[in-house]
């Protein structure tokens, strides 16, 4: 008999049911423990006291903390429900897909296919930006759905291997049992990182004065470290009610919505044996993710005590059903891994016009006929462009000019606001071009070939590996990686010389990017800015920066590198 949409709903309602119990159950249990110690304690202190044996509680004291329990659990129960998916997305550090980055608009193209796919069950997809593989979904009352992946998933596996892993958490979405782990974990899991952080500062990690009640300050942190550790053993217990199977329910689910079980063996292997996510700042809450951030292994043990103490079936078993299914065994999948590493570009988009995204050009329309293309040095020199001539990139969409940022600065120039012409390159002061970069669009100057980027899409540009390097580019890297070797932290950069640029985004208030190194590790001179973030590489600094993250990540390339 199909597991019905009425099935489904019951098997919801009851484990939500059962984690609301047990929560009363459990604070009520927490609160008569601690009354009746209180009143034997302050019952043998008093002076007229004579010993007559323990004295328990009488039913009417029982009833008002069950009353109690009940108030404290359903303020407890509201809270962590109250803008549930937004406070877990900001703990997951999870960011909106960003639709002019090629590489996020594939991850939105999926989760729309799989969304028609599944009876059009309304779906969102986040990103979360770190280099570990791991995927995750969430669900609450409202109805909304969450997918959400890492770049380092996005950017390690194949179209293939993401529908697959979209689908098992569409798989989660739909069964129901999303909804149930993402109320269950929340309960707890939020507090968790409170908690660690007390650890730290109770075994001394962190200092706290004495002075100034810093002693008091100490009791105070240990009562509150006590309710938290009640708190993190009531969330391990309401792991009962997260069934393991649930996984291998969801595995199905991806196999029917992609007819591709090999794909989808395939991602949780990369995923289970490389990079899987320790680390992540929302490890405490596991049970969302397609596996464990941190390896367990109860999550790989059988029998009772990991049946109803771990969250994740094991990887293993998983991967022996879906091998059945694709009719093949871990020596194919592992082969079939080997053979599919992406092919990389040798010549970088970003150098030169004949790359697959050029500079930018625009059609303009004038007297029902489309003008053009036109670049933005010559669209300045037209007087009859107006905000709200229609324009449309080569590969864009049509709109008032008004609306298309680059040429907004235009209009401003032309009515005397020359302070907020926007993106002029910071060493020839001319426009800058977008050009797209491993996916993502990037301010490049059509002169020095200097580029501006973002902090968190050099991030981004950083995982992503589609561009391969020129001779001269690893020369410079390996000149680098063998200075640093030889004189380590006395490489430094001589500000005495260096010309501190203006920012180019922060026209309106001009400021002074920093000169500095991208990081102590790699040792690329760099300018930032401070204030809105964005980073200035001259020519070839980007493409030398992930050369050496490329070549200390991965050892085949750093001997390369080295020879």
Aim: aromatic share 10%; glycine share 8%.
């Amino acid at each position: 008999m199909p597991y019905s949409f009425t099935q489904i709903e019951k098997d919801k309602t009851r484990t939500i049911g059962f984690v609301f119990s047990f929560l009363i159950a459990i604070y009520f249990l927490t609160i008569w423990l601690a009354v009746l110690l209180a009143k034997n304690y302050f019952q043998a202190e008093s002076i007229d006291y004579e010993y007559q044996g323990f004295v328990p509680l009488s039913l009417s004291e029982t009833l008002m903390i069950l009353a109690i329990a009940s108030v404290v659990a359903i303020g407890h129960w509201l809270l962590t429900q109250e803008n549930l998916i937004p406070r877990l997305l900001k703990l997951l550090k999870a960011e909106s897909l960003n639709p002019r980055d090629t590489y996020h608009q594939m991850f939105q193209n999926i989760i729309e296919e799989v969304s028609v796919a599944t009876g059009g069950k309304k779906m969102e997809g986040v990103i979360v930006p770190t280099m570990v593989m791991n995927a995750f979904a969430l669900a609450d009352f409202e109805g909304r759905a969450v997918i959400g992946i890492t770049e380092g998933l996005l950017a390690r596996l194949n179209r293939r291997q993401i529908e697959a892993v979209v689908g098992h958490e569409a798989g989660h979405i739909v069964s129901g049992d999303c909804l149930s782990t993402t109320v269950t974990t929340s309960l707890f899991g939020l507090y968790n990182g409170v908690l660690n952080g007390m650890t730290k500062v109770l075994r001394g990690e962190h200092r706290v004065s004495s002075r100034g009640g810093g002693g008091s300050f100490i009791v105070f942190l240990w009562l509150v470290y006590a309710l938290l550790s009640v708190t993190r053993l009531m969330g391990l217990l309401l792991k009962m009610f997260i069934s393991r199977q649930r996984e291998f329910r969801a595995d199905a689910a991806a196999v029917r919505l992609t007819r591709d079980p090999l794909s989808l063996a395939e991602a949780l292997y990369a995923i289970a044996y490389h990079w899987r996510g320790a680390g992540l700042s929302s490890e405490e809450l596991e049970a969302i993710f397609i596996v464990n951030p941190q390896f367990s292994s109860l999550d790989e043990q059988g029998g009772l005590f990991p049946d109803l103490f771990s969250t994740h079936s094991p990887v293993e078993k998983r991967l022996g059903v879906l091998l059945d299914m694709a009719k093949a065994d871990i020596q194919t999948l592992e082969r079939s891994l080997r053979n599919q590493q992406k092919p990389k570009e040798t010549i970088p988009e970003i150098h030169g016009d004949q790359g697959r995204h050029p500079v930018n050009e625009w059609m303009i329309y004038r007297d029902g006929t489309w003008l053009g293309p036109f670049l933005l040095d010559k669209i300045v020199t037209l007087d009859w462009l107006s905000p709200t001539t229609w324009v449309k990139k080569k590969e864009g969409n049509v709109m008032p000019a008004y609306e298309d940022r680059e040429i907004q600065g235009i209009f401003r120039t032309r009515q005397g606001i020359s302070s907020v012409t926007l993106d002029l390159c910071p060493r020839c002061r001319i426009s800058l071009s977008e050009v797209y970069y491993e996916g993502l669009p990037v301010l490049k100057c059509p002169t020095c070939s200097g580029v501006l980027v973002p902090e968190n899409d050099v991030q981004r540009i950083i995982i992503r590996e589609d561009m391969g390097f020129p001779e001269r580019i690893e020369r410079v890297a390996r000149l680098i990686h063998e200075g640093q070797k030889a004189f380590g932290q006395k490489t430094k950069i001589d500000l005495e010389t260096a010309n501190l640029l203006k920012c180019p985004r922060c026209t309106q208030y001009p400021t002074r990017m920093i000169h500095m190194f991208y990081s102590l590790i790699y040792p690329i001179e760099i300018d930032k800015c401070i204030f809105c973030g964005f980073i200035w590489f001259d020519r070839d600094e980007l493409e030398v920066l992930q050369c050496l993250v490329e070549g200390a990540r991965f050892p085949e390339i750093g001997r390369e590198i080295e020879k």
